[in-house]
Structures are given as C-alpha cells and as structure tokens.
C-alpha cells in the first residue's frame, strides 16, 4: 500500500498561470517533506522542502503547502513557464531511520 | 566536478543473466542509494550504504546485490535478471542522512534504462 500518493498522474497549465501540484500521505509519523523534479533522460533533482513544524515554505516562484491535519501538501508554481514541464515526485520521511518515501509522480505540462 | 554517474545508460538482457550497474560520485559523500523507478509507482529504495564497507536493505531488494569496496562507488548486482526487473534504476547520494530524521538532499545520477527479456 502507497504511504505518499499522487493521484493526478498528468496536469496541463497555460504558460503564465498557477501550477498546483497535489500530494496525500497515509503515515502520520512523517514529519519531512521533498520536492523533486525530473526531466526526461536525466536524474530527479531537489526543489523544496518543508517540516511539519511549518505550514508553509516558500522559494522563488515555488511555494509549498502543508495541511497536516488532511495528511496532504501541495506545491504551488506560479507563474508557470513552458522550462517548467517535467514530472514531479513528492517524497516523505520520518522518525530516524526510516527511509524517504517517494509518490508516483505528477508529469506537468506547461502550454507556451 | 561530475556529481553522480551511472554505467551504463541502457541495457537489454535475456532472463537468467547477470549483470552489475555502477554508480560512482565525485561530492565525497558517505550514503549513496539505489532506487528503481515503475511507472505510477514513483520511487522505491532497493538498497543503500551509511559508509564504505557498509550495505543494507531498502524496501525492494530481493534479486539485488550490492557491494560498497570504495567510498565512491556503490554497486548494484543482478544474479539472474528477470522480466520483473525491467526498470529505469537511479544511483543517489547525500552528505549526511536522507531518511526519517535526517534533511539532506539526495543527488541523483541519470538513471540506467535495463530491459529484461
């Protein structure tokens, strides 16, 4: 059973407008969560993370949410750029020791 | 300086034969992670290492092996591949822990794409 899910498997945007990338969890001892993003033929890199002591984190143009309460994070892109396609995984970890789970990844698609 | 590299990028190999992937990283970093890649499945964590000498299991390792002799590079094995073996396989490193209480980020290598027929 998938403890991290992404359950949009693709997402098309306008270049210009939000991106809202959605992610749930099921295991509620996660108290760290990732970003990665990954073009094609090239390994995921990171892009933000947030602790569960905040409930917002903010970089640039990429801001993500935390709603412990609903076990689910978002990641908001605004605007969005056409450079910006490619598929996004969420990853989770908690309690030393454990590992980092990764979602199924969200492949978006930024329209010029 | 080259981060993390994979040997090789693409492979095809008939069920039953064997075969070993290298990882290798330039950062001087102490963990480094083997995952495979499904799709709609996201990541999942085969094997890793805390340090050279050191291997342990991640949450899909059966059919692997994995040696760690030098700090820089992490081996992956294959005894007798598979058809469920077909994957895109990603090498990651970090400085310091990734895992449950640690924040370190992982550096991924760009993948090596293996069909088994």
Same mark, same amino acid.
């Given at each position: 059973?998938?403890?991290?899910?992404?359950?949009? /498997?693709?997402?098309?945007?306008? *270049?210009?407008?939000?991106?809202? &990338?959605?992610?749930?969890?099921?295991?509620?001892?996660?108290?760290?969560?990732?970003?990665?993003?990954?073009? /094609?033929? *090239? @390994?995921?890199?990171? &892009?933000?993370?947030?602790?569960?002591?905040?409930?917002?984190?903010?970089?640039?143009?990429?801001?993500?949410?935390?709603?412990?309460?609903?076990?689910?994070?978002? +990641?908001?892109?605004? /605007?969005?750029?056409?450079?910006?396609?490619?598929?996004?995984?969420? #990853?989770?970890?908690?309690?030393?020791?454990?590992?980092?789970?990764?979602?199924?990844?969200? %492949?978006?698609?930024?329209?010029? | 300086?080259?981060?993390?590299? =994979?040997?090789?990028?693409?492979?095809?190999?008939?069920?039953?034969? !064997?075969?070993? &992937?290298?990882?290798?990283?330039?950062?001087?970093? *102490?963990?480094?992670?083997?995952?495979?890649?499904?799709?709609?499945?996201?990541? %999942? +964590?085969?094997?890793?290492?805390? @340090?050279?000498?050191?291997? #342990?299991?991640?949450?899909?390792?059966? @059919?692997?092996? $994995?040696?760690? &002799?030098?700090?820089?590079?992490?081996?992956?094995? +294959? *005894? !007798?591949? #598979?058809?469920? =073996?077909?994957? $895109?396989?990603?090498? #990651?490193?970090?400085?310091?822990?990734?895992?449950?209480?640690?924040?370190?980020?992982?550096?991924? @290598?760009?993948?090596?794409?293996?069909? $088994? +027929?």
């Amino acid at each position: 059973d998938q403890q991290v899910k992404q359950n949009s /498997p693709s997402l098309s945007v306008q *270049e210009g407008r939000i991106s809202i &990338l959605n992610c749930d969890y099921t295991n509620s001892m996660f108290d760290y969560f990732l970003w990665y993003k990954k073009y /094609p033929a *090239e @390994g995921p890199t990171f &892009l933000i993370s947030i602790s569960s002591i905040k409930d917002k984190n903010e970089d640039g143009r990429f801001t993500v949410f935390l709603n412990k309460s609903a076990k689910h994070l978002s +990641l908001h892109i605004v /605007p969005s750029q056409p450079g910006d396609s490619a598929v996004y995984f969420c #990853a989770a970890s908690g309690m030393a020791g454990n590992m980092l789970t990764f979602g199924g990844g969200t %492949r978006l698609m930024v329209k010029p | 300086n080259a981060g993390v590299t =994979q040997t090789p990028k693409f492979r095809v190999l008939k069920t039953g034969q !064997s075969m070993t &992937l290298l990882c290798a990283q330039d950062m001087n970093h *102490e963990y480094m992670y083997w995952y495979r890649q499904d799709p709609g499945m996201g990541l %999942r +964590l085969i094997h890793y290492s805390v @340090g050279e000498g050191t291997t #342990a299991k991640g949450e899909v390792p059966d @059919g692997y092996n $994995v040696s760690r &002799l030098k700090k820089q590079n992490f081996l992956l094995g +294959l *005894e !007798s591949a #598979a058809p469920s =073996q077909t994957s $895109v396989y990603f090498c #990651a490193s970090s400085y310091s822990w990734s895992g449950g209480g640690g924040t370190d980020t992982q550096y991924f @290598g760009p993948g090596t794409r293996l069909t $088994v +027929l």
